[in-house]
Nanobody, 126 residues
């Protein structure tokens, strides 16, 4: 079965760190662009990071540059999102996605998504 399953979300204090994981099954993670999106309460889903299949280029939304890092383990078929210096406004459900053509447009990551995970909630508290 082709699917993505996120984990690692939870409660973290502002300024703290969290690592999200996304386990892929049914396909090889190095064949597609891999991305993380988030959706805060009452807001639209926005792309925050992408790891392009070609050359492993990393793309980030302007708001998270220098604080979030996307990576992958091709053997374990897992995608990671290391999040540092988290802010209150980054409370959201974080989604893993697989697709193509990810780019940064108007300071956020966009992509043609073929498969979404169900998301993992992150709450940043003061």
């Amino acid at each position: 079965e082709v699917q993505l399953v996120e984990s690692g979300g939870g409660l973290v204090q502002a300024g703290g760190s969290l690592i999200l994981s996304c386990a892929a099954s049914g396909f090889d993670v190095d064949m597609y662009d891999l991305a993380w999106f988030r959706q805060a309460p009452g807001k639209e889903r926005e792309g925050v990071a992408c790891l392009k299949a070609r050359y492993g280029v990393e793309l980030y939304a302007e708001a998270v540059k220098g604080r979030l890092t996307i990576s992958r383990d091709t053997v374990k078929k897992t995608v990671f999102l290391q999040m540092n210096a988290l802010k209150l406004e980054e409370t959201a459900v974080y989604f893993c996605a697989v697709g193509a053509a990810c780019v940064v447009r108007e300071n956020v990551v966009t992509a043609s998504v073929d498969l979404w995970g169900k998301g993992t909630p992150v709450t940043v508290a003061s």
